[in-house]
């Protein structure tokens, strides 16, 4: 049975109403949604590039170049001993970084597709603290020590400096 309230069509378009307004203000908040959206794709795009390959080219430059340079000019003793710590410290912690990095990817993809995930924000938070701290070691104690053993000797400066800058020239290929 119905009563006469409902077949009371006024309050039916009523309610309509509500519902149309209802979700129209939830709309209303697209704009301001869509910038903080649009921002975190962009810094997922342009993290994946940088990372992708910055991050490892610059492990490399280190770990072949800048280490080995440093560890042949040392002096026997301390300074050595000191050297091939901060090596080991440094190399370990790259690979740490990296598989940090390697976990992170799959959803920082999907960010940067602008779909939905679940990005792990306490991994995230991890790996920039522990690239801070990285790369604060690196600026504070090692490329300092660094600079003093190969400042010793031009040459091995020099021979680092053309070692960087000819792995940074492009290739050409020569077709005979």
Do not use: N
């Not at 690239?131 to 104690?141: N, R």
């Amino acid at each position: 049975m119905s009563t006469p309230q409902d077949d009371a069509p006024i309050p039916h378009f009523e309610q309509c109403h509500v519902g149309i307004l209802t979700q129209l203000e939830r709309m209303g908040q697209l704009p301001a949604l869509l910038a903080p959206a649009q921002l975190a794709r962009h810094i997922a795009q342009q993290s994946l590039a940088f990372f992708d390959s910055g991050m490892y080219t610059h492990h490399s430059e280190e770990e072949e170049e800048l280490f080995p340079a440093v560890r042949a000019s040392a002096q026997a003793g301390p300074e050595r001993l000191r050297v091939e710590e901060l090596i080991s410290q440094l190399t370990h912690e790259h690979r740490g970084l990296e598989k940090t990095w390697k976990q992170l990817e799959p959803a920082l993809r999907k960010v940067a597709k602008g779909q939905d995930t679940e990005l792990d924000t306490a991994l995230l938070q991890d790996l920039v603290a522990r690239y801070q701290a990285h790369a604060q070691l690196e600026e504070q104690q090692f490329l300092p020590l660094a600079e003093t053993i190969l400042g010793r000797s031009d040459h091995r400066m020099a021979a680092l400096g053309m070692s960087l800058h000819m792995r940074h020239v492009p290739r050409f290929v020569m077709h005979i």
